[in-house]
């Protein structure tokens, strides 16, 4: 079904964040935020279909990242105080005042963020296979990469050491990885690949924040934590995870046990995106739920 778009960008820190606004309707509309840090928002667009329901679905790429990109090196700026104070820039730019919040991955961590400045109008929150800390997901991540082929983990390490992590090899033996635990959907579709190619291509934010990969965490975000405070977190919650995902049960059960009244799904057939590998079940689960809170 096609849907009206409109694109256009905001002011902010004297540079430009990009949006993007699917569909039309009165309901409370649906702000998305991306994961990464670094990705762009391209790998969410199977959210488009929320539009079908009469609400509007907004994305946009964090400022540093995608169509948001600025045109030096910066790496002081990225801080998760920037992008949750970019959040409320983009709020006030589209007049969003009472949304629906979803955060996936890292989006979800900066949506938790967010969440204890207590901001006004937040209709309901999805907390999409995010760690509500680093460390727990270092460990579980490192967890699983011991159940990865011998061969495999040692690639890894060899590169780690030598601090080789751009090579080729590296990349191969990351890929195991993020085929086991991040997309079991292959080939990627055209509208993820883009998100996927835009990190691999080593994005500064990514680097800065995060590190070379999902379990190789050396950037500015490793000790970010945020478990104790997560019954501050005041609004409606869903937290949805994949069975095979990074974000495994236990960094979900986690989130969802310190969020008062929050509920859990978790999605059998799914890795890290469960919004793509289960499309169609994603979209009922996440317009049930909000649809309640309009």
């Given at each position: 079904?096609?849907?009206?778009?409109?694109?256009?960008?905001?002011?902010?820190?004297?540079?430009?964040?990009?949006?993007?606004?699917?569909?039309?309707?009165?309901?409370?509309?649906?702000?998305?935020?991306?994961?990464?840090?670094?990705?762009?928002?391209?790998?969410?667009?199977?959210?488009?279909?929320?539009?079908?329901?009469?609400?509007?679905?907004?994305?946009?790429?964090?400022?540093?990242?995608?169509?948001?990109?600025?045109?030096?090196?910066?790496?002081?700026?990225?801080?998760?105080?920037?992008?949750?104070?970019?959040?409320?820039?983009?709020?006030?730019?589209?007049?969003?005042?009472r949304i629906h919040l979803l955060g996936q991955s890292w989006g979800g961590m900066l949506a938790m963020q967010y969440m204890l400045t207590q901001p006004p109008g937040i209709a309901s929150l999805t907390i999409a296979s995010s760690p509500a800390s680093m460390k727990q997901w270092v460990a579980e991540a490192n967890r699983l990469r011991e159940e990865l082929p011998p061969e495999v983990q040692a690639t890894l390490l060899e590169h780690?050491?030598?601090?080789?992590?751009?090579?080729?090899?590296?990349?191969?033996?990351?890929?195991?990885?993020?085929?086991?635990?991040?997309?079991?959907?292959?080939?990627?579709?055209?509208?993820?690949?883009?998100?996927?190619?835009?990190?691999?291509?080593?994005?500064?934010?990514?680097?800065?924040?995060?590190?070379?990969?999902?379990?190789?965490?050396?950037?500015?975000?490793?000790?970010?934590?945020?478990?104790?405070?997560?019954?501050?977190?005041?609004?409606?919650?869903?937290?949805?995870?994949?069975?095979?995902?990074?974000?495994?049960?236990?960094?979900?059960?986690?989130?969802?046990?310190?969020?008062?009244?929050?509920?859990?799904?978790?999605?059998?057939?799914?890795?890290?995106?469960?919004?793509?590998?289960?499309?169609?079940?994603?979209?009922?689960?996440?317009?049930?739920?909000?649809?309640?809170?309009?």
């Amino acid at each position: 079904m096609a849907h009206r778009i409109v694109e256009g960008t905001i002011p902010f820190k004297g540079y430009q964040t990009w949006y993007r606004i699917v569909g039309e309707g009165d309901k409370t509309p649906l702000l998305c935020l991306h994961g990464g840090p670094g990705a762009t928002h391209d790998y969410l667009e199977s959210l488009d279909a929320m539009a079908d329901t009469g609400r509007r679905v907004i994305y946009y790429d964090q400022l540093g990242c995608g169509r948001s990109a600025i045109n030096v090196s910066k790496p002081e700026m990225w801080t998760v105080e920037l992008y949750v104070e970019e959040v409320d820039v983009v709020r006030r730019a589209l007049s969003l005042d009472r949304i629906h919040l979803l955060g996936q991955s890292w989006g979800g961590m900066l949506a938790m963020q967010y969440m204890l400045t207590q901001p006004p109008g937040i209709a309901s929150l999805t907390i999409a296979s995010s760690p509500a800390s680093m460390k727990q997901w270092v460990a579980e991540a490192n967890r699983l990469r011991e159940e990865l082929p011998p061969e495999v983990q040692a690639t890894l390490l060899e590169h780690e050491i030598a601090g080789t992590t751009s090579s080729q090899q590296y990349k191969d033996a990351t890929k195991v990885f993020n085929d086991r635990h991040v997309s079991r959907l292959l080939p990627y579709p055209d509208y993820v690949k883009r998100s996927f190619d835009y990190l691999d291509e080593g994005g500064e934010v990514y680097n800065t924040m995060n590190g070379p990969n999902e379990f190789h965490v050396i950037g500015t975000i490793r000790d970010w934590d945020i478990i104790d405070r997560l019954p501050e977190i005041k609004a409606p919650t869903l937290v949805t995870s994949g069975r095979h995902d990074e974000a495994t049960p236990l960094i979900a059960e986690t989130v969802k046990n310190g969020i008062p009244g929050a509920q859990w799904v978790i999605f059998e057939n799914s890795s890290h995106s469960s919004h793509v590998e289960e499309a169609d079940r994603y979209m009922q689960v996440l317009t049930q739920f909000i649809s309640q809170y309009d």
